[in-house]
């Protein structure tokens, strides 16, 4: 090979070397004594699902030994964070609006912080496709999972039944989590669930190979008169046809979904934490497709819950 040749080979793999290591996060702060936990959810949920592939890719990227744990849910998540029990936690933006303001399920304000707006969730009334549930109010005097205590589900649950003029003690709810639910359902031995999720969500996408299922409509009055009583965190949305078999679109509503840590955590961590977030994006959206939509442009928009500095400084840093 001629010299010229040589030079050009040389270049190309220092260009290759280059490139392999701009896509690596390495970590840029001091991790010691960092509890490497993401309170995560179900284990039939996107939570759990999201959670487990984001834990092994922030693993990867900034070689730490992060583990996603299965929790209750939301309120749980928010309360792990705080206590310095988990690292990163899902979070309804309902139910972490509810954190900081310490209203709600908290009896007070807890000083978490966004890093990341991730996805919207919607929320999902899932009945038997066979069954006489037409309406919120069939749903009296019906044994109906209004999911699990201390999950943002039960949250959501209870203020759309409240808004539909339904009271909550009027239904037998066991308090199942999602996979509970799933089980119950497959058994007979629950009329139906409410879960609030991405779309799809595996464990119901699963039940519906099995079982003919459809959701019941939210009206946009109910969402409507939610976001006047609550956090104003909830929009009207649709979910489309063809999910878990549906024949034609539903009614529904929606809440954004934040990755949140505690105030104390150190801004390097967080930074690292964002910035691996982004780069293990694709990678993530291969198995979750939640993942998909988070975006730079709207991962910023947390309010009312304020993003952690480190976030702010990683945000601030892309428009350098």
């Excluded at 792990?80 to 899902?90: K, Q, T």
């Excluded at 399920?105 to 899932?126: N, P, S």
């Excluded at 079982?211 to 939610?226: M, S």
């Excluded at 549906?246 to 505690?262: E, R």
């Amino acid at each position: 090979m001629s010299a010229w040749g040589r030079r050009v080979v040389a270049g190309m793999l220092a260009l290759v070397t280059a490139v392999g290591l701009s896509a690596c996060s390495p970590r840029s702060a001091d991790w010691t004594d960092t509890v490497a936990v993401l309170a995560a959810g179900s284990p039939t949920g996107v939570y759990h699902d999201y959670g487990s592939h984001l834990a092994a890719e922030l693993s990867r990227e900034l070689d730490v030994d992060l583990t996603a744990e299965v929790t209750a849910g939301s309120v749980d998540n928010l309360l792990r964070v705080s206590a310095g029990d988990a690292l990163l936690g899902f979070a309804q933006g309902d139910a972490a609006a509810d954190a900081v303001a310490g209203t709600g399920a908290f009896t007070e304000a807890l000083d978490v912080q966004a890093i990341a707006r991730l996805y919207d969730e919607y929320l999902q009334i899932v009945v038997r496709d066979d069954s006489a549930l037409d309406d919120l109010a069939d749903l009296s005097g019906r044994r109906i999972s209004l999911g699990a205590e201390n999950s943002g589900v039960n949250v959501i649950a209870t203020r759309v039944l409240h808004a539909a003029g339904v009271a909550a003690d009027a239904i037998d709810d066991p308090q199942l989590d999602l996979g509970g639910s799933i089980a119950a359902m497959e058994r007979g031995e629950i009329d139906g669930f409410f879960w609030v999720g991405g779309l799809p969500t595996p464990g119901i996408a699963d039940l519906a190979e099995t079982v003919d299922v459809r959701l019941l409509p939210v009206e946009q009055d109910w969402v409507n008169a939610v976001n006047e009583r609550y956090s104003h965190a909830y929009r009207p949305a649709d979910v489309p046809a063809g999910t878990y078999g549906l024949d034609v679109s539903v009614t529904t509503m929606a809440v954004p979904n934040y990755l949140v840590t505690a105030g104390s955590t150190p801004p390097g961590v967080v930074h690292d934490l964002v910035a691996g977030l982004f780069a293990a994006r694709t990678a993530l959206a291969a198995d979750v497709p939640a993942a998909a939509l988070l975006d730079r442009r709207s991962a910023i928009f947390t309010g009312p819950v304020p993003l952690h500095p480190g976030a702010e400084q990683y945000y601030r840093d892309l428009r350098r």
